[in-house]
């Protein structure tokens, strides 16, 4: 079952420009994590924000969290061609024992224009 | 660090065929799953090994499936008599022990059934 739901399902943005991804949850997790996924290829990890922590940066990336909401964003800044990927979100939930087994969304499409 | 490796990365076969999958995780890692994704889609899970011990198996897993963890270092996912709606794209990930870990993936094996 998937858990995580993106929003949008494709954006389309010039380069240079923000992006902004949003994913939202159903259950109480111990962790969301962001990965990317490039076209035929596996999924790269990008960030994990443990559900104690509100927000995390790396490089050009900003992960914020709101548990309140089950809902988390992923902002990337100052966009690059080499951005355009498909983007996913993770969810690890909170379970009587823990096989740290992540639940996906359907991912975000990203388009870089250059 | 040679990152998770998949073999073959792609197998074209007909209807009714076995087919077999190979997965080397990261060396250290002593937990490995695997996935099946379609085009559009998040990954599926579809079953978790800590070491040799295969914990969890996906309700989408049906008894054409099988997978390995001989000595808890390579995996092997077997599908038996093949389908159309076999075709997918078969992600395996590692990930190290510990709670709030990210998972590492390999590129995948695009299966295509005739």
């Known amino acids: 079952s998937q858990q995580g739901e993106e929003d949008p399902q494709a954006l389309s943005i010039q380069e240079g420009e923000n992006a902004t991804m949003n994913c939202s949850y159903k259950?109480?997790?111990?962790?969301l994590q962001w990965y990317r996924q490039n076209s035929g290829r596996g999924l790269v990890h990008l960030i994990l924000i443990r559900s104690n922590e509100r927000e995390k940066h790396s490089g050009r990336l900003r992960v914020t969290l709101d548990t309140s909401k089950k809902s988390s964003s992923l902002l990337i800044t100052a966009s690059r061609a080499a951005d355009t990927a498909s983007y996913f979100c993770?969810?690890?939930?909170?379970?009587?024992?823990?096989?740290?087994?992540?639940?996906w969304g359907a991912g975000t499409k990203l388009i870089i224009k250059p | 660090d040679t990152g998770v490796s998949q073999d073959p990365r792609h197998k074209i076969t007909k209807r009714g065929q076995n087919v077999t999958f190979r997965c080397d995780p990261i060396?250290?890692?002593?937990?490995l799953y695997w996935y099946r994704q379609t085009l559009g889609q998040g990954p599926e899970f579809l079953t978790y090994?800590?070491?040799?011990?295969?914990?969890?198996k996906s309700r989408l897993l049906s008894d054409r499936f099988s997978a390995e963890r001989p000595k808890g270092s390579f995996s092997t996912l077997e599908i038996q008599r093949t389908e159309q709606g076999d075709s997918a794209m078969y992600l395996c990930?590692?990930?190290?022990?510990?709670?709030?870990?990210?998972?590492?993936f390999g590129d995948g094996t695009r299966l295509s059934i005739l």
């Open positions: 990930a590692s990930s190290p022990r510990g709670p709030n870990q990210p998972q590492h």
């Open positions: 090994f800590q070491n040799e011990a295969q914990l969890e």
């Open positions: 259950t109480s997790i111990n962790n």
């Open positions: 993770a969810t690890d939930p909170q379970r009587f024992y823990s096989n740290y087994q992540l639940i």
């Open positions: 060396s250290e890692h002593n937990r």
